[in-house]
């Protein structure tokens, strides 16, 4: 079941400064073709810890992590499209804000990174039997109270599960 959505997309804005030339939004993906939507995944959630599992390396560069924004370029449309996901709600009521540069048309496009992102961070998978499972072990519980939230992450591709078998 895909419980993520992507119902909250904003197009893209255009400002016009002081002097009257046009602008792209202040956003922090500066391009006329920048998008913004939300996504709800399953709970809990916490991109920290999917997004430390999915770059496996702190030197990855590319899933980068700042920690508080995971970044990285995915190809949508045959077109190289930057993408920023940054958590804003707390873990049990998970939201996510996705931004997107280079990316046209807004709605396909959005729809293309939500199934993505869905599936590269987990973001349907819902964990509450393992959870239940693992409050009957006093090691797995205490692992499972650590890391609660971290969802099982996939790459995008199988070329790419592939690469990074063979790089890690």
């Not at 993408?83 to 729809?111: D, F, K, M, S, W």
């Not at 609660?148 to 995008?156: M, Q, S, V, W, Y």
Request: proline share 10%; aromatic share 8%; charged share 20%.
């Amino acid at each position: 079941m895909f419980t993520a959505h992507f119902l909250d997309i904003l197009l893209p804005t255009i400002n016009y400064n002081h002097m009257g030339d046009r602008q792209a939004s202040a956003a922090p993906l500066h391009t006329p073709h920048h998008i913004v939507f939300q996504l709800k995944p399953t709970p809990p959630f916490r991109l920290d810890l999917t997004v430390w599992a999915l770059r496996r390396r702190p030197h990855n560069l590319v899933d980068r992590w700042d920690g508080q924004t995971y970044r990285r370029v995915l190809t949508v449309q045959d077109r190289p499209t930057e993408v920023a996901v940054t958590q804003i709600g707390p873990p049990e009521e998970p939201l996510l804000r996705v931004e997107a540069a280079n990316c046209l048309p807004h709605l396909e496009c959005a729809a293309i990174l939500a199934t993505l992102l869905v599936k590269m961070l987990g973001l349907n998978v819902d964990l509450t039997p393992f959870y239940l499972l693992a409050a009957g072990d006093d090691r797995l519980r205490r692992l499972v109270e650590r890391f609660r939230g971290l969802k099982p992450p996939r790459f995008p591709t199988v070329f790419e599960a592939l690469i990074n078998a063979i790089a890690c």
